[in-house]
């Protein structure tokens, strides 16, 4: 599963990607609020209604939660079983880089060591 480009890709570019969920859930509640303003003003609607996309929004976090922790488990151990990273302190850099910066250290990462060497290997 380390060496599957699909999966490389995924965890490279999924971190950033699903930060835009965050907004989609955001959008979606800050849309339920707005659409019952008018039912609010004359207290027909139970509170419940009111805030009924805060579950969606608290959702999409949770996605993208476990999405960025999924891809920095999976860039650690990647990073640890690279044969280009054991001489030299670029390990420790590359760890300490997708704990840091988040999900651009992955994706950098990916552009660099994966995307880079495997066009040099096929040069």
Do not use: C, R
């Not at 999405?67 to 079983?81: D, E, R, T």
């Amino acid at each position: 599963m380390l060496h599957n480009k699909f999966w490389q890709g995924f965890f490279a570019i999924a971190p950033i990607a699903s930060f835009a969920l965050i907004f989609i859930g955001y959008f979606v509640f800050m849309f339920s609020i707005f659409s019952n303003l008018p039912e609010l003003e004359h207290q027909d609607t139970p509170p419940m209604e009111f805030f009924g996309g805060l579950g969606f929004l608290f959702l999409m976090i949770f996605v993208v939660i476990v999405i960025g922790f999924a891809s920095l488990i999976f860039y650690i151990v990647h990073a640890v079983q690279n044969p280009n990273l054991k001489g030299d302190n670029l390990l420790i850099v590359w760890i300490l880089l997708f704990i840091f910066v988040g999900g651009i250290g992955q994706f950098v990462y990916w552009l660099v060591e994966i995307i880079s060497k495997q066009k040099q290997a096929v040069s």
